[in-house]
């Protein structure tokens, strides 16, 4: 049997990120959040939690968070059936959710929003990449993720919501600059691009398929969806922009199609776990709700 108060102290470090912190989050001192620590590590005769600044999990450390994370979930779902004054009272305990920024900058918050009014249950978010959302649920950190990745996750279900559209743009002035002589590999390897991260490959991938080349341009890393999309109207550099974002610029002539009409799809999923807690029931359907309604 897991000795739950010294797991609380686990997670609380984890989640703080440090012992002293987690003993204020706790109410309890930062000697008694290191002894329950080291207790629960030496009855399973390994370390849980690595020393540092954060502190952070390994392996088993996340598992057993994880583990917690879905004990409190239920426990909060049996709440109103319990006696009278056993309740604990209102679920505090957050939803911990891996999203993509091109979602939450477009169709998600629809579904967040209903969510959080129906029910008043909050949400944790934790940003990732499409493709690696996924694998933010196989380690244990979030209960249910938008994910690209549509593989099977143990313990959960998938549901697959729609195609998240994809425009190669540039504002006028740098289409001119760059390409005014025609979209050629070679005019491509010399006009710096954008990308959201070290993994987003959504430019090469639209190179390849619409002329069939690799490439290798200057690249401008830029971790923000408005963010990308205000530099390439400033004209520093062309991205693929999700179309949702991209159609009132091109409308308004600040950005351009690189080559109109050839776009990317991606497929986006929800996978979420296979626990009976009507909050995750609830999220499911609101999520699915407002995919349908903005995705092709």
């Not at 030496?42 to 879905?70: F, K, M, S, W, Y």
Request: charged share 20%; net charge negative.
């Amino acid at each position: 049997m897991l000795d739950y108060p010294a797991l609380h102290a686990v997670a609380a470090v984890i989640r703080e990120g440090s012992f002293e912190r987690a003993a204020a989050a706790l109410g309890i001192t930062p000697s008694a959040i290191s002894q329950r620590v080291r207790g629960l590590e030496e009855r399973l005769g390994t370390i849980l939690v690595v020393r540092g600044q954060p502190c952070q999990p390994t392996e088993l450390g996340r598992t057993l968070c994880a583990h917690l994370d879905r004990v409190r979930l239920m426990e909060a779902e049996l709440a109103p059936d319990l006696p009278q004054g056993m309740e604990s009272g209102p679920s505090r305990i957050p939803l911990k959710v891996a999203v993509n920024s091109d979602s939450l900058a477009t169709w998600f918050p629809a579904a967040v929003a209903a969510f959080g009014i129906e029910t008043g249950v909050p949400l944790d978010l934790t940003l990732d990449d499409e493709a690696h959302t996924a694998d933010r649920l196989r380690s244990g950190e979030v209960l249910a993720a938008v994910t690209a990745d549509p593989r099977a996750v143990q313990g959960c279900r998938t549901f697959r919501l729609g195609a998240l559209g994809y425009a190669a743009c540039a504002s006028p002035d740098f289409a001119t600059r760059f390409f005014e002589g025609g979209m050629t590999p070679e005019a491509l390897g010399a006009a710096p691009c954008l990308r959201f991260d070290r993994r987003d490959g959504l430019q090469v991938r639209w190179v390849r398929d619409t002329f069939g080349v690799e490439f290798d341009a200057p690249t401008y890393t830029v971790a923000s969806t408005h963010g990308f999309l205000d530099l390439a109207i400033a004209g520093l550099a062309w991205g693929m922009q999700p179309t949702a974002l991209a159609e009132p610029h091109l409308a308004a002539g600040r950005l351009v199609e690189l080559v109109p009409g050839s776009r990317l799809d991606v497929i986006l999923h929800w996978t979420v776990a296979r626990l009976p807690a009507a909050s995750l029931a609830l999220l499911t359907e609101a999520v699915r709700k407002a995919a349908s309604a903005t995705l092709s």
